[in-house]
């Protein structure tokens, strides 16, 4: 299968580029067109020539070469445009989270690929992640009788240093409420196979590193849902540069027969770096992206709806974007 990577943008560029690198059944591609208002950011051709991957001057030239399938890691005020270029030209998309920086570019994206009749896959790898996977697995069982409430973490390293448009509210849509509720919001949309917010509550602060971005940096989002449950999700740019790893993510589900807890990412050796002067974080397991790469390729391959697809991808984001206009508004937001 013929896979164009689009954007060395977002930090999870390198990830898909080694999953798909991996395969033997895909022959990839990669441009970069972009990178010159990155700055001295890692990406462009210097960096497919550092990585052994075959480079091709922007995405028409992908398209041109006869990519089946596209993976868009831009910025995400870039998502809506890339979308609509690679359904014009014939080919599936697996689009970095969030969706879109607003409702209505997701929902052109919806069409612009329904009507060109080509997937479009949202990526939002904790889906795949076992531990979340046994998780749906109980309360689709009943195990845990009726789920009453939800709390739920992702917090991180302000990721700034690595890629300075994730706090630039033009081209990331906003900053840790869009950059860290999107993944919660589509856990808990996986968990209820789709139901939909009915209405969000939202405050933001710049407490930290207030000094060095004009986004929010921290956030709680409290989102009642359809099925009565009531969600509270901490998105804060909360972890110290020293931290030993990115982040992290948790839910707590509390139901009428029991409590669960997950941990997305506690598979690790924990240590400590002498060269670091600090913990010190191994993963192990399962890795979440290739399992997440593998649903796209099969459902391209055979013909299948993947998921989450876009009208997830939608969902979450209309979390979100009520989120904002709860922080504007400083009272609860209804969805329609």
């Not at 979340?132 to 700034?160: E, R, S, W, Y």
Request: glycine share 10%; with cysteine; aromatic share 6%.
């Amino acid at each position: 299968m013929k896979i164009a990577l689009w954007s060395f943008a977002h930090t999870h560029a390198l990830s898909y580029w080694h999953v798909l690198s991996q395969r033997a059944d895909v022959e990839l591609v990669v441009t970069d067109p972009d990178h010159g208002r990155r700055g001295n950011e890692p990406g462009g051709e210097a960096l497919a020539a550092q990585l052994g991957v075959t480079y091709l001057p922007d995405y028409a030239a992908t398209l041109d070469w006869g990519a089946e399938a596209v993976v868009i890691c831009s910025e995400n005020s870039d998502h809506r445009r890339l979308t609509e270029l690679a359904a014009a030209g014939g080919a599936h998309v697996l689009c970095e989270k969030p969706i879109a920086t607003s409702v209505e570019d997701a929902e052109a994206m919806i069409t612009a690929c329904a009507e060109a009749g080509v997937s479009l896959m949202v990526a939002y790898p904790v889906r795949f992640s076992p531990d979340f996977v046994q998780l749906k697995q109980t309360v689709d069982a009943g195990a845990l009788g009726q789920v009453l409430a939800i709390t739920g973490t992702n917090n991180g390293q302000i990721p700034m240093d690595a890629r300075a448009w994730f706090v630039d509210p033009e081209l990331a849509g906003g900053g840790s409420l869009t950059d860290h509720t999107v993944h919660v919001a589509d856990l808990i949309d996986c968990l209820f196979d789709g139901v939909p917010a009915r209405s969000v509550y939202a405050s933001t602060n710049k407490i930290l590193h207030g000094d060095r971005v004009s986004v929010e940096t921290g956030g709680m989002v409290s989102v009642e849902y359809a099925n009565d449950v009531i969600a509270t999700v901490d998105c804060s740019w909360s972890k110290p540069d020293s931290y030993p790893t990115w982040g992290g993510l948790t839910l707590q589900l509390v139901a009428s027969g029991g409590i669960a807890d997950l941990d997305a990412f506690a598979s690790r050796v924990d240590g400590h770096s002498e060269t670091r002067r600090n913990g010190l974080w191994l993963a192990y397991g399962t890795n979440a992206d290739e399992l997440m790469i593998n649903e796209f390729l099969d459902a391209v391959s055979t013909g299948r709806r993947p998921q989450p697809d876009g009208e997830a991808g939608l969902r979450s984001l209309r979390v979100v974007q009520a989120g904002y206009a709860s922080v504007r508004s400083g009272q609860p937001v209804a969805l329609d």
